[in-house]
């Protein structure tokens, strides 16, 4: 072959500069998702509500509100899929340096180096992998390579040379393993270290190139390019995102996002790894893929959502040996119900809420809490319709009980083999016997200035009871009380008189029918 054109290092636009525009992947640390990088990219909070008064009903808006708390800002953490030690622990590469054909530089000194320098030892670097060299020679050299993409000043160079474009050819046109493996990797790490990629990759082929590694028969090989293409589609997704974002605020504003163009096969190759039979470790970072994505929400949340990726989901959260998997699994399939209603009711119309159940039990906490979150989600989203099903479930495994929050000491000393004092009143919630004998919980709603330290009735404002489905209230009129309020009851804006209010807490949970006119046989009984 003739001889390359010299690596220009800057002739993308690419300068070794601070202010660099749209991040590509991030540096190696962990960080709570927003809209950029792994420090700041990589999913939005939960979206804030802004109600209409006009349009939006107080029930509506109290869902919304109860929703946005079932979701903690780490539920839409994103962490580098590329090194991912929790998904599998990479060997540092190890190089002969006396085999190379060049005298190696170390980060700093190729960082150092003048503008011409650097292009001459780039230059160097290309033609030892593009020349018809032995495979351990390009192999050796490759591995020497991968120490100079750690760096993010020297990834945001090396990617946007035409060194990266060479990766992907050879890629396309190798068949050893050995050279697969590592070409995978330089790019994986190029991918996760920079900060920003340029549109002329995206014409590279490098999307299908990697979606054909995938089906390799060698694991290591499906393992490598599984990181890699997850850390690409992680990028490309978060750019969209972002344009959409800027294009809804300023339709005047351009991105080369749109260069980016993600064949459906590349979308149904990596849900295809889900399936039963894939190594655990390469389905792993399938999964780590979906769930960095699914923070986001949106189109490319909904590309990921179909029912076969549920169910292999569903399967993996259940099955999997690996608990860091079980935990990538269900966190994932958290996401995607967060943003859309179908894949919560896929999951509890088809595999039910024993599910959720089960994986409040699992020894993984990540398996636990993305549980938690889809329970309280269908609790809140599906209303009447989870609580049934929560009420049907084996009386062995779930109580369909009244507790308090007097409950909780108890249930902690006892669980530390400390005697509970006397005056606790509340129930041990590990004692199913004792909780099952609760038809009825108090409790009262005081004034926060102590009027009467002898007779506490005294500083009594509500007391309440709830009773299966129903709760009264009942306002307490103390002369000192009503005194010290200036005659004016401080219950409710719409019950100045202070009279009872019963609700049916399954049917109304936020309280806003008063029902103790309607029913007052129940307001007697109770």
């Not at 997850?230 to 080369?256: M, R």
């Not at 606790?424 to 590990?430: E, F, K």
Request: charged share 20%; net charge neutral.
């Amino acid at each position: 072959p003739s001889p390359p054109p010299p690596v220009d290092a800057g002739r993308r636009g690419v300068h070794r500069t601070d202010s660099l525009p749209s991040p590509a992947a991030t540096p190696p640390g962990v960080g709570l998702a927003s809209s950029r990088g792994y420090f700041d990219r990589g999913g939005t909070s939960a979206p804030t509500a802004t109600a209409n008064d006009a349009t939006t009903s107080a029930v509506d808006a109290a869902a919304r509100d109860i929703a946005e708390l079932a979701d903690h800002p780490s539920d839409s953490q994103v962490k580098p899929i590329v090194l991912n030690r929790r998904i599998e622990a990479v060997p540092e590469p190890h190089f002969d340096p006396n085999a190379l054909p060049f005298e190696p530089l170390a980060i700093s000194d190729m960082l150092a180096a003048p503008q011409q320098d650097l292009e001459r030892f780039l230059t160097q670097i290309y033609r030892s992998v593009a020349h018809s060299s032995p495979i351990n020679e390009k192999v050796n050299t490759l591995a020497y390579f991968e120490t100079l993409c750690t760096d993010t000043a020297a990834a945001n160079v090396l990617i946007n040379s035409s060194l990266m474009t060479l990766f992907v050819r050879m890629l396309r046109a190798s068949k050893a393993p050995t050279l697969r493996i590592r070409l995978s990797s330089v790019m994986g790490l190029l991918l996760r270290h920079a900060t920003y990629i340029t549109e002329e990759l995206a014409s590279s082929g490098i999307v299908t190139v990697l979606t054909e590694c995938l089906k390799d028969k060698n694991e290591r090989v499906r393992r490598r390019a599984a990181a890699t293409l997850g850390e690409l589609l992680f990028y490309i997704a978060t750019q969209q995102h972002e344009a959409g974002l800027k294009a809804s605020s300023d339709p005047g504003v351009s991105s080369n996002a749109g260069a980016w163009q993600i064949p459906p096969t590349t979308v149904g190759t990596v849900t295809r790894m889900l399936r039963q039979g894939e190594d655990e470790i390469a389905q792993h970072y399938a999964v780590k893929t979906i769930e960095n994505i699914a923070a986001h929400g949106g189109d490319w949340a909904h590309k990921f959502s179909s029912q076969e990726t549920v169910g292999s989901l569903v399967a993996i959260m259940s099955g999997a040996k690996s608990e860091q998997l079980r935990g990538t699994a269900a966190s994932t399939l958290a996401r995607c119900a967060r943003f859309s209603p179908a894949v919560l009711n896929l999951v509890l119309d088809k595999y039910g809420i024993k599910l959720l159940v089960n994986g409040l039990r699992d020894t993984s906490p990540k398996v636990q809490q993305a549980s938690l979150n889809l329970l309280n989600r269908g609790l809140v989203d599906l209303g009447a319709r989870a609580r049934a099903a929560l009420a049907a479930e084996d009386k062995s495994s779930l109580l369909p009980t009244l507790v308090s929050s007097i409950d909780l000491a108890p249930t902690i000393l006892k669980a530390c083999n400390i005697a509970v004092p006397p005056t606790m009143t509340g129930l041990d919630l590990r004692d199913k016997a004792a909780l099952q004998t609760r038809n009825a919980i108090h409790g009262y709603d005081g004034n926060h200035d102590i009027f009467d330290l002898e007779n506490r009735t005294s500083n009594m404002e509500t007391r309440y009871i709830i009773e299966g489905d129903w709760k009264l209230l009942e306002h307490h009129f103390s002369p000192t009380l009503f005194r010290a309020h200036n005659g004016v009851f401080t219950g409710k804006a719409d019950n100045k008189e202070g009279k009872p209010e019963l609700y049916n807490l399954i049917k109304d949970p936020h309280e806003k029918v008063n029902l103790a006119a309607q029913n007052p046989d129940q307001v007697k009984a109770l």
